[in-house]
């Protein structure tokens, strides 16, 4: 019980604090997905708008603790209703940064001169080559993890005939088998097809994230140097966690044919690692994007995400005449996709799709905690 | 090199983007051989639609400044650009336009050469 409620603590805090202070790491001009001048922040107006979401935030963030907490100790909570309250917390959050969201949509249009856009956009081409050819050179480097996947697999295949017809399909934070399925094809298979899945959706992601635009004026130094060493560090990150999370499922796959536990290191680090590069990312945000983009901020550039039209809730970007596929969030840090573009909408429907059947099946199997 | 586009200018960008890249091999920003980004990098860059970069290329390619190789690579082409009458005629008229617009602006003769000579001093070399 007391392993339930620190994970339940744990998870409700992280999301607490990803969410409201989101606005602190949103992109310069950016308030509540609402293109102001970047000393609104700053103004009683912002500050009242800031303060009245966060009480109610944090109001929503007790009731559901405690809420939480009674069922708990009286061993009622189970997993469905853990996700159920993690959905309800969410949809709360947002709801509230909606209503933040519309109060300064009203207040923009009280401003005399609503917009100071830049309308100019300097490009440097070798800068942009360079990305070019780092992006490429980081994105070859998947080929490791890839040749992993393919042992991986080659392996489960050359053993699949010796494998009992009760096998382990996954394994607690102690590394013991804790659920197990009747021997198919499938159930051996999806280790080999998780690992594709994650390594082929972070070769791409980091791909991706070389070719979206930045607003630092491409004619500063500053703004270059610091851009590529931010994005060098998010490739590099996403690629160690990539071979981490390969590397997981090869152990998962040797305890699978062997019938042992996982290694208990193993598994602390897998849950422990993607916490420590969340953490290397945000370092490098702010000790090299961030200055980056202050160091030209008074001659930012002009970018078509300026424009509030595209933008519907400051949250989901759409701009057909745009060809790039992520953009810059306008809450938080991070990219959104633009669903104006073929490929964005079918991501977004597959997303869709798949979030609804996860969320569907893990509520429906619910177990107690 | 480096390109500067204006958004809120009457010129088109296809347009601005065509006469950027024309600057800037005469400064020799960019030289002979040296290849243009490719389009869809160029337009998801800047955000605007591929169809404008194509544009714009497709100027350049036409007035002789750049070639497509096999590989879809945008070069610079060799210098001098290889003109045929139709594109010396446009030149002339150009100049005459200019020529006239500077004259009733009250420029004189000389302050128009001398104009024409920084500008050529700029070009010297490449």
Redesign the interface.
């Known amino acids: 019980m007391n392993m339930t409620l620190w994970i339940t603590l744990f998870t409700y805090v992280l999301i607490y604090i990803t969410f409201t202070y989101s606005q602190k790491l949103s992109p310069l001009h950016c308030y509540f997905g609402v293109y102001m001048p970047d000393t609104f922040a700053k103004s009683s107006e912002g500050k009242s708008i800031f303060k009245s979401f966060l009480i109610h935030s944090t109001f929503a963030f007790f009731v559901t603790l405690t809420i939480s907490c009674i069922l708990i100790f009286t061993n009622h909570f189970t997993s469905g209703l853990l996700i159920l309250f993690i959905l309800v917390q969410l949809i709360l959050y947002f709801a509230f940064y909606i209503v933040a969201h519309k109060k300064v949509r009203t207040f923009k249009m009280t401003l005399s001169s609503p917009q100071n856009i830049s309308?100019?956009?300097?490009?440097?081409?070798?800068f942009?080559?360079q990305k070019?050819h780092l992006r490429n050179r980081y994105f070859y480097l998947y080929l490791v993890p890839l040749m992993i996947n393919i042992l991986t697999g080659i392996y489960l295949f050359d053993n699949y005939k010796h494998l009992p017809e009760l096998i382990p399909t996954h394994w607690n934070y102690l590394g013991q088998a804790d659920h197990w399925s009747t021997k198919s094809i499938w159930s051996v298979a999806s280790i080999v097809l998780f690992q594709l899945l994650f390594t082929v959706l972070m070769a791409f992601c980091s791909r991706s994230q070389w070719?979206a635009?930045s607003k630092g004026n491409?004619?500063s130094e500053a703004f270059k140097n610091g851009h590529l060493k931010y994005l060098k560090v998010v490739s590099l990150s996403f690629y160690i966690l990539t071979l981490f999370f390969v590397s997981f499922m090869v152990f998962n796959a040797y305890a699978l044919v062997t019938g042992t536990n996982l290694n208990v290191f193993v598994t602390l680090l897998m849950s422990v690692f993607p916490f420590a590069c969340i953490i290397w990312l945000l370092y490098a945000y702010f000790k090299y994007e961030r200055p980056s983009l202050h160091a030209t901020k008074d001659s930012t550039q002009?970018?078509?995400?300026d424009n509030d039209q595209y933008w519907l809730l400051g949250s989901l970007y759409h701009n057909p005449?745009?060809?790039?596929l992520f953009v810059e969030k306008r809450y938080g840090l991070g990219w959104t996709m633009n669903i104006g573009t073929p490929l964005g909408k079918l991501i977004a429907i597959i997303t869709l799709i798949v979030l609804i059947i996860t969320l569907g099946t893990a509520i429906f199997t619910s177990v107690p905690l | 090199?480096?390109?500067?586009?204006?958004?809120?200018?009457d010129k088109a960008i296809y347009t601005q983007l065509y006469e950027a890249i024309i600057l800037a091999i005469a400064k020799g920003e960019?030289h002979v051989g040296d290849a243009?980004?490719?389009v869809?990098?160029?337009?998801?860059?800047?955000?605007?639609?591929?169809h404008t970069v194509n544009k714009a290329y497709g100027l350049l390619k036409d007035a002789g400044y750049v070639t497509m190789d096999r590989r879809k690579d945008t070069t610079v082409s060799a210098l001098p650009v290889a003109s045929n009458t139709m594109q010396l005629s446009t030149l002339q008229s150009d100049l005459e336009l200019l020529a006239a617009k500077s004259h009733l602006m009250g420029f004189s003769e000389e302050d128009f050469l001398s104009y024409c000579s920084n500008y050529f001093k700029q070009f010297k070399g490449v």
């Open positions: 309308a100019k956009f300097v490009i440097d081409t070798d942009v080559a070019i070719n635009r491409q004619n002009y970018l078509p995400e005449n745009d060809p790039a | 090199m480096q390109i500067e586009l204006n958004f809120a200018s960019i243009l980004p490719p869809r990098t160029l337009a998801e860059e800047i955000g605007i639609n591929l």
